[in-house]
């Protein structure tokens, strides 16, 4: 079951700037971890399990991923 997200705290990469187009946000909310576009805050969002969104990041980090 996806749990509500309207009053989550969503947050963006320090690294991003106030005029980077490709931007993602991450919340923790319920046991999960969810993903949305920041440039649209009302459209879906994807919801992992936190020990899957750590490996996710963790491959990013170490470039197991082709992000190009």
Same mark, same amino acid.
């Given at each position: 079951?996806?749990? &509500? /997200? &309207? =009053? *989550? %705290?969503?947050?963006?990469?320090? =690294?991003?700037?106030? *005029? +980077? ?13 969810? @993903?949305?576009?920041?440039? +649209?805050? %009302?459209?879906?969002? /994807?919801? $992992?399990?936190?020990? %899957? $969104? *750590?490996? $996710? @990041?963790?491959? @990013?980090?170490?470039?197991? /991923?082709?992000?190009?």
């Amino acid at each position: 079951m996806t749990p &509500n /997200l &309207n =009053r *989550t %705290t969503w947050r963006k990469s320090s =690294r991003s700037g106030a *005029t +980077n187009a490709h931007c993602v946000e991450v919340a923790s909310v319920a046991d999960v971890a969810a @993903v949305r576009d920041s440039k +649209n805050p %009302t459209g879906p969002a /994807l919801v $992992f399990t936190p020990a %899957t $969104f *750590t490996a $996710f @990041v963790e491959s @990013v980090k170490s470039g197991r /991923l082709d992000l190009r």
